[in-house]
């Protein structure tokens, strides 16, 4: 079974503090990605790779970064907290399988960051 | 970019009956398009999917429908069960590229009443 690891469940950092979310995937997988989750808002992608040291932007990639350097970590960095960051964060992963790529994300169980 | 538009935020139906959750996507090229399931604190987890090249599929009391000319796609749940309870989130992504976003809806909040 596939085990995808936040190194917290829940956060809590001062305004202004650079925050790193932690994730690892131990099964291969060359897609990552990041999600932040707002009630009413859904699942928003924050950033993905799709290869080591390789990285895209989301829709809401303001104010955060990521850094793949290996294949089964993928860090989410916020430079300088803020409040408006406060939220449920999750990372997946899936399998690559090249031009027929539908093999389903896998969560984690999410990191719960306050901000204050 | 792709945008997914998901309809109801909230839903609530007697045990038994049926529930129909819809999304919209915007983007023409997508081609894939996965459901998620949410129980109260726990991680989302796929629980059905569809390709464009594909109008309806099944899976025991769950189906999706797909009307690619009106770029919308719909979950439904018959003879809903108390497990039935929990957030549902659709996705539109696109096979085919190596470096494609998974783009989610915001989410229906089901409730099955006894």
């Known amino acids: 079974d596939v085990k995808v690891t936040q190194s917290s469940r829940y956060l809590v950092k001062r305004t202004g503090e650079k925050v790193f979310l932690e994730c690892v995937q131990d099964?291969?997988?060359?897609?990552m990605f990041w999600y932040r989750q707002d009630p009413g808002l859904g699942l928003r992608l924050i950033y993905f790779?799709?290869?080591?040291?390789?990285?895209e932007k989301g829709d809401i990639p303001e104010g955060y970064s990521v850094s793949r350097e290996k294949k089964e970590r993928f860090s989410l960095i916020l430079e300088s907290a803020s409040t408006n960051q406060t939220s449920m964060y999750l990372c997946?992963?899936?399998?690559?399988?090249?031009?027929?790529?539908?093999?389903?994300?896998?969560f984690g169980n999410g990191t719960r960051l306050t901000v204050t | 970019g792709e945008n997914v538009e998901q309809h109801p935020s909230t839903l609530s139906v007697q045990e038994g009956d049926s529930a129909v959750i819809k999304c919209t996507y915007s983007d023409s090229a997508s081609n894939y398009f996965p459901w998620y399931k949410q129980e109260l604190g726990k991680r989302p987890q796929l629980i059905i999917d569809i390709r464009s090249n594909v109008g309806e599929k099944k899976d025991q009391r769950i189906a999706v429908t797909l009307n690619k000319t009106a770029k919308h796609f719909s979950l439904h749940i018959t003879e809903t069960q108390p497990e039935d309870s929990a957030v549902y989130f659709c996705?539109?992504?696109?096979?085919?590229?190596?470096?494609?976003?998974?783009?989610f809806g915001s989410g229906t909040r089901l409730s099955i009443r006894p």
């Open positions: 996705a539109a992504t696109k096979l085919y590229s190596s470096a494609s976003k998974i783009i």
């Open positions: 997946a992963s899936r399998r690559d399988r090249g031009t027929n790529n539908n093999s389903p994300l896998h």
């Open positions: 790779s799709y290869d080591v040291k390789m990285k």
């Open positions: 099964m291969d997988h060359e897609n």
